[in-house]
């Protein structure tokens, strides 16, 4: 083993002792069902849809009422939605994307409050997040012994999996800002390089035997800063590089279309649930 993997190597043993490996957990908080969205086409298509609510909703509310009330009200939202995710026990397709939908636009929020409020250059609060990701990742490991979005089956690992989502919006927030403002590639320049970012995820593990569970988080990290660079390409005015389409306007056309996807899977979820019990009454 290499030195720094000797010196490294100590550290995380002694991390994973301080983590706090909780008994077995009761049965009605465990079981085989994944409580999380399978990983689809149409997966990917809402997640980037979500991504850009997030980002319009968040801006819109901002400055359409007192910034600490639209805040607060995400917030809370955020809470709910969370809370309503948490007791399904299982996936359900309107819970699930409520919840992703609602840590879009609340970590939006916390993410611009760190720039806008604080005063905290784009670097600094992206470096940061990316921080706070890579500890939830880390502890997750560490206690869980995966990071698969397949075995989210029990609450615990599906409170560590919101912990993840909710870093890599706010990561994926400050690194778009960074890119779009602080680098000065402007909106569509930001897409055209996330896209090509988020790109290299889906080749790897098509063609070059990537890891699937780090491949589906890299992607699902850059999707962040797509989608919000999507919205704000197509929200913000043309005087700082938009099409100018207002961002109450793209907030609406955002969350129509992921209303109709939604409604179709759960369309589709119903339709295999009643061919699966017919199977099993034959």
């Excluded at 149409?42 to 980002?55: R, V």
């Excluded at 490991?141 to 989210?152: C, F, K, R, Y």
């Excluded at 990561?171 to 996330?194: E, K, M, P, R, W």
Aim: aromatic share 14%; charged share 10%.
């Amino acid at each position: 083993m290499p030195a720094a993997g000797h010196r490294l190597l100590p550290g995380l043993l002694t991390y994973a002792a301080w983590v706090p490996h909780t008994p077995r957990l009761p049965t009605s908080w465990s079981s085989t069902a994944v409580r999380v969205a399978e990983v689809t086409a149409t997966f990917w298509l809402i997640k980037g849809l979500s991504t850009a609510l997030g980002e319009s909703l968040s801006d819109y509310l901002v400055f359409a009422i007192n910034p600490v009330v639209a805040v607060l009200l995400g917030f809370a939202g955020f809470v709910v939605a969370l809370a309503i995710q948490l007791s399904r026990g299982r996936y359900r397709p309107w819970a699930y994307w409520l919840a992703v939908v609602m840590v879009g636009v609340f970590g939006t929020m916390a993410a611009d409050v760190v720039h806008v409020v604080l005063l905290v250059p784009y670097l600094v609060s992206s470096v940061g997040y990316a921080a706070v990701l890579a500890a939830v990742f880390l502890t997750w490991w560490l206690v869980e012994g995966t990071l698969s979005m397949h075995e989210v089956t029990t609450w615990r690992r599906e409170l560590f999996y919101w912990a993840a989502i909710a870093a890599t919006f706010a990561t994926g927030t400050a690194v778009g800002d960074l890119t779009a403002i602080t680098l000065h590639l402007g909106y569509a320049g930001s897409i055209v390089l996330f896209v090509a970012a988020i790109c290299v995820p889906a080749a790897g593990y098509r063609w070059f035997r990537w890891n699937p569970t780090a491949a589906f988080w890299i992607a699902y990290v850059l999707t962040r800063p797509l989608g919000a660079s999507v919205a704000d390409w197509t929200g913000k005015s043309t005087a700082v590089g938009g099409l100018g389409w207002g961002e109450g306007m793209m907030s609406f056309a955002f969350a129509l279309a992921i209303a109709a996807l939604v409604a179709r899977l759960s369309r589709q979820g119903r339709t295999d649930r009643a061919t699966a019990g017919e199977l099993a009454a034959n």
